[in-house]
């Protein structure tokens, strides 16, 4: 009995606990700033394409395409989808028709992704944690702070657990995401994947020669990525430091201080700009929604006050 109760106890503290209503709404309006750029770096290739062009054929359409029975492209379409995805998320920025406009962006997103992977003939995964965040953000009452939504007072303020469990959620999962990302390599290639010679650096290979060769007959290579290839020492070195970290993600989860969790942080966006520089894997922006890691209320109040101390200061410049 002592026992359930000390885990109940446990259960409260770390979902019910810790953020406030403003916390969720400032959360909410920083990751839609973080979606605006991220949306346009991940459909840039589909954005490429005439919009007055003609229709294309999916080959491969991706298993929900094939479900619904989209099989053609229509590049206007695209156009369309995209300026309404935009729209919708500057709206959940805002925090107008909140759960209306996240529902929108989420279905903007299955749209332009399908296209996209329709075309590759491959499913990407890096909408997979921001698709969550909205889900959970859908299902939270995350419009009733900082949002037009709540200038109506119609509903009660935010309690602390209404705005806790879908901030805690969204941290257990990205931690999980990493964690079960060793455990999906050991299911596919074992523990060969973390030695000098193995997955990282076939990776390494076939991701420096992946441009082919130019019209002269040169080969297009990343010369960094191909000479790390060579050094199997120093391979092993970095694929353990990536077990470590990923077996290791979840104990951001446990590290109170912010001061910690940024250099945890920083560690992490390190990792991807290395893997997107050495192996072209393009988790680039992803860091954008390590921000459901702070609590947003103290750094939003610092960037108000430095961003008035700025505006004031202009005129006097100026003059």
Same mark, same amino acid.
């Given at each position: 009995m002592a026992l359930c109760k000390l885990v109940s106890q446990a259960w409260s503290q770390f979902f019910f606990r810790g953020f406030s209503g403003e916390s969720l709404g400032l959360l909410r309006m920083?990751?839609?700033?973080?979606? =605006?750029? &991220?949306?346009?770096?991940?459909?840039?290739?589909?954005?490429?394409?005439n919009p007055t062009g003609a229709m294309f054929y999916f080959i491969e359409p991706i298993w929900y395409f094939h479900l619904l029975g989209i099989q053609y492209h229509i590049p206007a379409l695209s156009f369309v989808v995209y300026a309404l995805l935009m729209s919708a998320t500057i709206s959940m920025i805002m925090g107008k028709w909140t759960r209306t406009s996240i529902l929108v962006v989420i279905l903007c997103i299955f749209y332009l992704k399908g296209v996209r992977d329709s075309?590759?003939? +491959?499913?990407?995964? *890096?909408?997979?944690i921001p698709m969550q965040m909205l889900f959970l953000f859908l299902l939270s009452r995350c419009g009733e702070a900082h949002s037009r939504d709540s200038r109506h007072g119609a509903s009660p303020p935010l309690q602390e657990w209404e705005a806790s469990w879908?901030?805690?959620?969204?941290?257990?999962?990205?931690?999980?995401?990493?964690?079960?990302?060793?455990?999906?390599?050991? *299911?596919?290639?074992?523990? %060969?994947?973390?030695?000098? %010679?193995? *997955?990282?650096? %076939?990776?390494?290979?076939?991701?420096?020669? *992946?441009?082919g060769v130019t019209g002269e007959g040169e080969l297009v290579k990343n010369s960094l990525s191909f000479e790390l290839a060579q050094q199997p020492d120093l391979v092993q070195i970095f694929s353990h430091l990536v077990l470590a970290f990923e077996l290791g993600f979840p104990?951001?989860?446990?590290?109170? @201080?912010?001061? &910690? $969790? =940024?250099?945890?942080?920083a560690g992490v966006t390190t990792?991807?700009? @290395?893997?997107?520089?050495?192996? +072209?894997?393009?988790?680039?922006?992803?860091?954008?929604v390590y921000l459901i890691f702070f609590d947003l209320v103290p750094i939003h109040q610092w960037l108000k006050i430095h961003a008035w101390r700025f505006f004031r $200061? $202009?005129?006097?410049?100026?003059g």
């Open positions: 920083y990751i839609g700033c973080g979606l =605006l750029f &991220f949306h346009t770096y991940q459909f840039a290739t589909v954005l490429g394409l075309f590759s003939g +491959d499913v990407h995964h *890096r909408y997979i879908p901030i805690k959620m969204m941290q257990l999962y990205v931690a999980l995401f990493y964690f079960w990302s060793v455990i999906a390599k050991v *299911r596919v290639s074992g523990w %060969e994947w973390f030695s000098g %010679e193995g *997955r990282i650096q %076939e990776m390494l290979i076939k991701r420096s020669v *992946r441009w104990l951001i989860l446990f590290i109170k @201080s912010p001061i &910690f $969790r =940024l250099l945890f942080i990792f991807h700009i @290395s893997t997107f520089v050495l192996m +072209d894997v393009n988790f680039l922006l992803i860091p954008f $200061r $202009r005129p006097s410049m100026a």
